[in-house]
């Protein structure tokens, strides 16, 4: 009965920390464009293609949605999208519009 009780403990200090990083750090390149998102840590995601990048930041006003900052002064509006991570996918949803990425794996 006590070595369920320690596996018990040992899965959940497992599985509490797993949770604690943020699935949507890293890179995400949709399949078909080429295009690439990189989430960091400093709320900062990294659009790019070939040789050009773009970087913006964003908040996560709630559960599975973010709000990107497209510009500083705001003349053009902040861009709002739903997404839904998996081990390897990333969907992001912006006016019903669903595009899919793949996790792009470090070596």
């Not at 990189?38 to 709630?62: G, K």
Request: charged share 15%.
């Amino acid at each position: 009965m006590l070595s369920i009780f320690f596996a018990g403990l040992l899965l959940a200090t497992l599985l509490s920390a797993c949770g604690s990083k943020d699935p949507l750090i890293g890179t995400w390149q949709e399949p078909t464009s080429g295009i690439m998102l990189t989430f960091n840590d400093s709320s900062q995601v990294i659009m790019s293609l070939h040789e050009t990048s773009y970087t913006f930041t964003y908040t996560e006003p709630s559960t599975n949605q973010l709000d990107v900052k497209v510009t500083d002064d705001g003349s053009i509006p902040d861009l709002i999208m739903n997404y839904q991570v998996n081990p390897d996918t990333l969907t992001i949803t912006v006016n019903g519009a669903d595009t899919v990425f793949n996790r792009v794996k470090t070596k």
